[in-house]
Nanobody, 118 residues
């Protein structure tokens, strides 16, 4: 059984900052990629940022220079530091962990709401 515990979401004013955390626990091994996705009402879920086991990162163009993804392998935790937040960043943010050896599995968090508004 694998659980992804997300935290850090909330309401923030434009230009503010938030840090999201996602900790994986349970019988998980061989973690390859940890990532953050988001989904706004009426839109498809999109990849925000990802990070590999070697800490190679990738970002959506819309968040480059503002968001930073990082991970603590010892704690099986991934973070998303979000700075200079904009109203268009408002969405439910989901953590995803890809793990396995011969066969890979995707594990999803329950999602945490981020609202950027005055």
């Amino acid at each position: 059984q694998v659980q992804l515990a997300e935290s850090g979401g909330g309401l923030v004013q434009p230009g503010g900052s938030l840090r999201l955390s996602c900790a994986a626990s349970g019988s998980i091994s061989g973690i390859k990629v940890m990532a953050w996705y988001r989904q706004a009402p009426g839109k498809e879920r999109e990849l925000v940022a990802s990070i590999t086991s070697s800490r190679s990162t990738n970002y959506a163009d819309s968040v480059k220079g503002r968001f930073t993804i990082s991970r603590d392998n010892a704690k099986n935790t991934v973070y998303l530091q979000m700075n200079s937040l904009k109203p268009e960043d408002t969405a439910v943010y989901y953590c995803k962990v890809t793990s396995g050896w011969q066969i890979y599995y995707d594990y999803w968090g329950q999602g945490t709401q981020v609202t950027v508004s005055s």
